[in-house]
């Protein structure tokens, strides 16, 4: 018997109905709503396109007066830099200001300490603060400065609304509010549960069809969706998919079979929202290895980015020792360069006995532990590598890589100069760079969000990441247009 479907309207509208197979209805109007189909009922997922910020790479300007009784309420994407300035202080006296925001399970906080001009005014832009929680003048330093602060009780305060609190004497005389948007308003979800695919698409507004991103994660599995909204704000159409750890999909990073992604690849060419001559794949650390992997073996891609990625496929994660690759094509595992572990000591294999007792000690004591030197151990495999690296050359299209000196988890600079110097030797057609960031780790994503935690609960133990949170913040600003001009000049041209 069919379903009755019932919409309660709140506004005119005027519905068109476009098929999606099996799981989506999407209702075209001024005011766009969507509706997937859940067990027992249709949810609206979409939101109005009226009142869109305007996605700019120019900087949202707050200006934080004193002794102004309205608090000013704003709001930019996350990736929107933002100039925020001072007035109406006494002139030449220290004023402090406080950030404050709830970001996952926890309120985090930074504060800087400016001396006002002859006219009370300060321009965090131009100015060095006197102390804080950052030290160089930087506009966006109150937002990747802050640290968690366990002892403050975040339920009350929504997720990513910074609340910016200005100071003279102890006495707060100026605030203001910021709502930093993960998504565009006007982006469609469409959650993936088809052909045994685990995602969601997300779709940019207009009819299309779109340039599209397959955008994939790292190691520690599941379905993260945030940088696929991002890129879905500007303008593709990008599915966010999960490989393993999640529902039905593999437990655990091991031989997964690159026929999975063919089958996504196949699925977004059906889409009439999609472009299907226009696909991209981007992907951070595993999935940046994923990615190079993919764009190789698979015509369908035009372009390839990998975040902190490997040059090298390397072994597969599993909670037990793994003799086995992460993945496996046509039934076959691919060669994999193995990563030692900590125990036992293999004097012929690692390069230092130094960086052992590191690891070792740290494993012992329930310090955060780096992964780099058995990674680079593993790379003294010489027949192992011929054999595990990536023919990036068979990209049908632009390479781009990103990397940070200090990666903890991964040698990504080393490996991403891998994939740059097989691109120059096989004299590759298309234009390749990669981002090298100083005393960066391996935490490089979407900018002006806190950099400062450098390690990360991964199972029984801790994971150092790298970096410091300053190289971080850099890499991340600096980076993030480059990607997307990159992204721009081949699929939206």
């Given at each position: 018997?069919?379903?009755?479907?019932?919409?309660?309207?709140?506004?005119?509208?005027?519905?068109?109905?476009?098929?999606?197979?099996?799981?989506?209805?999407?209702?075209h109007?001024?005011?766009?709503?969507?509706?997937?189909?859940?067990?027992?009922?249709?949810?609206?997922?979409?939101?109005?396109?009226?009142?869109?910020?305007?996605?700019?790479?120019?900087?949202l300007?707050?200006?934080?007066?004193?002794?102004?009784?309205?608090?000013?309420?704003?709001?930019?994407?996350?990736?929107?830099?933002?100039?925020?300035?001072?007035?109406?202080?006494?002139?030449?006296?220290?004023?402090?200001?406080?950030?404050?925001?709830?970001?996952?399970?926890?309120?985090?906080?930074?504060?800087?300490?400016?001396?006002?001009?002859?006219?009370?005014?300060?321009?965090?832009?131009?100015?060095?603060?006197?102390?804080?929680?950052?030290?160089?003048?930087?506009?966006?330093?109150?937002?990747?400065?802050?640290?968690?602060?366990?002892?403050?009780?975040?339920?009350?305060?929504?997720?990513?609304?910074?609340?910016?609190?200005?100071?003279?004497?102890?006495?707060?005389?100026?605030?203001?509010?910021?709502?930093?948007?993960?998504?565009?308003?006007?982006?469609?979800?469409?959650?993936?549960?088809?052909?045994?695919?685990?995602?969601?698409?997300?779709?940019?507004?207009?009819?299309?069809?779109?340039?599209?991103?397959l955008?994939?994660?790292?190691?520690?599995?599941?379905?993260?969706?945030?940088?696929?909204?991002?890129?879905a704000?500007?303008?593709?159409?990008?599915?966010?998919?999960?490989?393993?750890?999640?529902?039905?999909?593999?437990s655990?990073?091991?031989?997964?079979?690159?026929?999975?992604f063919?089958?996504?690849?196949?699925?977004?060419?059906?889409?009439?929202?999609?472009?299907?001559?226009?696909?991209?794949?981007?992907?951070?650390?595993?999935?940046?290895?994923?990615?190079?992997?993919?764009?190789?073996?698979?015509?369908?891609?035009?372009?390839?980015?990998?975040?902190?990625?490997?040059?090298?496929?390397?072994?597969?994660?599993?909670?037990e020792?793994?003799?086995?690759?992460?993945?496996?094509?046509?039934?076959?595992?691919?060669?994999?360069?193995?990563?030692?572990?900590?125990e036992?000591?293999?004097?012929?294999?690692?390069?230092?006995?130094?960086?052992?007792?590191?690891?070792?000690?740290?494993?012992?004591n329930?310090?955060?532990?780096?992964?780099?030197?058995?990674?680079?151990?593993?790379?003294?495999?010489?027949?192992?590598?011929?054999?595990?690296?990536?023919?990036?050359?068979?990209?049908?299209?632009?390479?781009?890589?990103?990397?940070?000196t200090?990666d903890?988890?991964?040698?990504?600079?080393?490996?991403s100069?891998?994939?740059?110097?097989?691109?120059?030797?096989?004299?590759?057609?298309?234009?390749?760079?990669?981002?090298?960031?100083?005393?960066?780790?391996?935490?490089?994503?979407?900018?002006?969000?806190?950099?400062?935690?450098?390690?990360s609960?991964?199972?029984?133990?801790?994971?150092?990441?790298?970096?410091t949170?300053?190289?971080?913040?850099?890499?991340?600003?600096?980076?993030?247009?480059?990607?997307?001009?990159?992204?721009?000049?081949?699929?939206?041209?």
């Amino acid at each position: 018997m069919p379903r009755q479907m019932y919409i309660k309207q709140y506004f005119p509208l005027k519905i068109q109905l476009t098929y999606f197979p099996q799981s989506t209805i999407i209702c075209h109007s001024s005011k766009t709503m969507h509706l997937t189909r859940s067990a027992d009922a249709l949810e609206p997922v979409m939101h109005e396109r009226t009142s869109l910020p305007m996605r700019t790479n120019e900087p949202l300007h707050i200006d934080l007066i004193a002794h102004q009784a309205a608090q000013h309420a704003h709001q930019a994407m996350i990736d929107q830099p933002l100039h925020i300035q001072l007035s109406g202080f006494h002139p030449r006296q220290p004023v402090t200001i406080h950030a404050q925001s709830r970001y996952w399970n926890a309120i985090w906080q930074s504060q800087a300490t400016f001396l006002t001009d002859d006219q009370g005014t300060v321009d965090l832009r131009s100015q060095q603060p006197l102390s804080g929680t950052y030290t160089d003048a930087d506009p966006m330093g109150l937002f990747w400065s802050m640290r968690p602060d366990p002892t403050i009780p975040y339920e009350a305060q929504p997720y990513n609304t910074v609340m910016l609190t200005a100071e003279e004497n102890g006495q707060p005389l100026a605030s203001a509010t910021l709502e930093q948007l993960l998504v565009a308003p006007d982006v469609a979800r469409i959650p993936l549960r088809e052909h045994g695919l685990v995602g969601t698409l997300f779709l940019p507004p207009g009819p299309g069809p779109h340039p599209a991103l397959l955008v994939l994660g790292g190691s520690r599995g599941g379905l993260d969706v945030t940088n696929a909204l991002m890129f879905a704000s500007h303008g593709y159409a990008a599915l966010a998919l999960a490989y393993f750890g999640i529902e039905h999909l593999p437990s655990q990073l091991s031989s997964i079979p690159l026929e999975y992604f063919e089958t996504a690849i196949q699925w977004m060419q059906a889409q009439p929202a999609i472009d299907g001559d226009k696909l991209g794949v981007v992907g951070w650390s595993k999935g940046g290895e994923l990615s190079l992997l993919l764009a190789a073996t698979l015509p369908q891609f035009k372009i390839a980015i990998g975040y902190v990625p490997s040059a090298v496929v390397f072994q597969g994660l599993r909670s037990e020792r793994s003799n086995t690759s992460s993945w496996s094509f046509h039934g076959n595992d691919l060669p994999y360069v193995p990563v030692l572990d900590a125990e036992p000591y293999d004097e012929d294999a690692w390069e230092d006995k130094n960086a052992w007792e590191q690891v070792h000690y740290n494993m012992k004591n329930h310090l955060p532990i780096s992964f780099t030197p058995g990674h680079l151990a593993g790379l003294r495999h010489k027949e192992a590598v011929e054999k595990a690296t990536i023919p990036v050359e068979k990209i049908l299209g632009p390479v781009l890589v990103i990397s940070g000196t200090d990666d903890q988890v991964w040698p990504s600079t080393i490996l991403s100069d891998m994939v740059i110097a097989r691109l120059a030797q096989h004299r590759h057609p298309y234009p390749y760079k990669h981002l090298r960031y100083e005393g960066a780790g391996h935490t490089i994503g979407i900018p002006y969000q806190p950099t400062t935690v450098t390690e990360s609960n991964f199972g029984h133990f801790k994971m150092a990441l790298g970096g410091t949170p300053q190289a971080n913040a850099f890499a991340r600003h600096d980076s993030w247009p480059q990607v997307l001009n990159f992204l721009a000049q081949r699929l939206q041209s």
